[in-house]
């Protein structure tokens, strides 16, 4: 066979193409960057500039325990993040106070700045509810750590995004603990009025009715208030054996303090992931002994989260886990939007980084076996990244431990 001769030109178009097709040599930009300039379309950052994540959680009140752990475990997961392309990461911060209207305001600025290309949270369901047609209208995805109602991932929208278990799936497990573990016939059910709080306290009603148990009181109380006396009092007179309460630690933890006195003394108090920490234990004092909270178990003890948790400690000077259970979620919805961000990326010839939106949005919808502190994170078609159930705990000598039974 006699040797065929290739045109130096055509060699060089070929090494071309198969440089482009192995990732080699300078990238153009996206197609959407190239068409429209619009940032909407595609975030873009110039040498120098930062790719900015926002956290959104209660960084002052009653509830900034939440939002202060959150984004100090976020903090360390950019940390340890590898400049993409030579762009470093930066998380900013904006205080929610835990609210519909300050989740809908922080969405806003957000939605506004340019540079944002995700959001890790929000923290809390109401405003979280508040903050995604935000979202999705300016095409940012959504990672939240701790958004626990179940109607979120619902509805006209394809931003918002949770690695925690929903308050359906507590819910139904609290019922089944109190019946099936603590033996209980008959319960009252209390709640705060808000998104999370009210609808967990309904489902646990609903799921202990339907295992046979009674619900003797049903009462909604009004959060800030220091004292639920009154209102405990009247329930004392059905005589529940239990009261599980729907809401957050400072609120449970006056509840703890006043059931004594209103006549509740021999009635357990129970409630949700909201309470548990060492925020209620501090409040609730010698009143928080034998209260039940449920939560998420602490990670395994792999080498990743040993050397999360000396960062954090160092960092902070407190251990992760004691403002919140929170801690390594915080950790892993940031650095699950890292690699998210880029999956996406790209460097184009410029010399700027282009992140296209909507790709980022498909790609944190579709994260698969992240290897996430908390485990394994995988996003199912709706944005549910996490269908694992509580774990229980119980006050004993002024300390949360697991709870018997499970």
């Not at 940390?79 to 209207?101: C, H, K, R």
């Not at 006396?229 to 729907?246: C, H, M």
């Not at 996430?372 to 078609?381: A, H, R």
């Amino acid at each position: 066979m006699s040797k065929r001769i290739i045109p130096l030109f055509t060699l060089l178009i070929v090494a071309s193409m198969l440089l482009a097709a192995c990732g080699g040599g300078a990238s153009q930009a996206p197609e959407a960057c190239a068409e429209n300039p619009d940032e909407s379309v595609c975030a873009v950052f110039e040498p120098g500039e930062t790719v900015k994540i926002g956290y959104a959680g209660p960084m002052t009140g009653d509830y900034s325990a939440f939002g202060i752990d959150i984004s100090q475990g976020a903090s360390i997961a950019l940390d340890n993040a590898e400049p993409i392309e030579g762009f470093s990461y930066e998380l900013l911060v904006e205080d929610t106070q835990g609210s519909g209207e300050g989740g809908a305001t922080v969405a806003n600025k957000y939605a506004s700045n340019p540079d944002v290309v995700a959001i890790a949270g929000h923290t809390f369901s109401g405003s979280t509810e508040a903050a995604i047609p935000i979202y999705n209208d300016a095409r940012i995805p959504m990672l939240s750590p701790s958004a626990t109602m179940e109607t979120l991932t619902q509805g006209d929208q394809d931003v918002f995004n949770r690695i925690p278990f929903t308050d359906d799936i507590q819910g139904a497990n609290a019922a089944a603990y109190l019946h099936d573990v603590l033996g209980l016939s008959s319960i009252a059910v209390m709640h705060d009025g808000d998104s999370y709080g009210q609808g967990i306290a309904e489902t646990v009603a609903a799921e202990f009715e339907g295992m046979g148990g009674t619900v003797v009181a049903t009462e909604a109380i009004t959060p800030g208030e220091t004292d639920y006396s009154p209102v405990l009092t009247s329930i004392a007179a059905s005589a529940p054996e239990a009261i599980y309460f729907g809401g957050y630690y400072s609120e449970a933890a006056v509840l703890a303090g006043n059931m004594e006195v209103a006549g509740l003394g021999d009635a357990i108090l129970f409630s949700d992931d909201g309470t548990f920490g060492e925020t209620f234990l501090e409040l609730a004092g010698d009143a928080g002994e034998g209260v039940y909270a449920g939560a998420s178990a602490e990670p395994d003890p792999t080498a990743e989260r040993e050397a999360f948790d000396a960062a954090y400690q160092e960092k902070f000077g407190e251990a992760p886990g004691v403002l919140s259970t929170f801690t390594w979620h915080g950790h892993d919805i940031a650095a699950a939007l890292i690699s998210a961000i880029e999956e996406v990326a790209i460097l184009g010839d410029d010399g700027n980084l282009y992140i296209p939106r909507e790709a980022l949005v498909d790609a944190v919808r579709s994260l698969t076996n992240f290897p996430g502190l908390t485990g394994p994170i995988t996003c199912n078609d709706v944005g549910e990244c996490n269908t694992q159930g509580p774990t229980f705990f119980v006050v004993e000598g002024g300390a949360w431990v697991v709870a018997p039974g499970q």
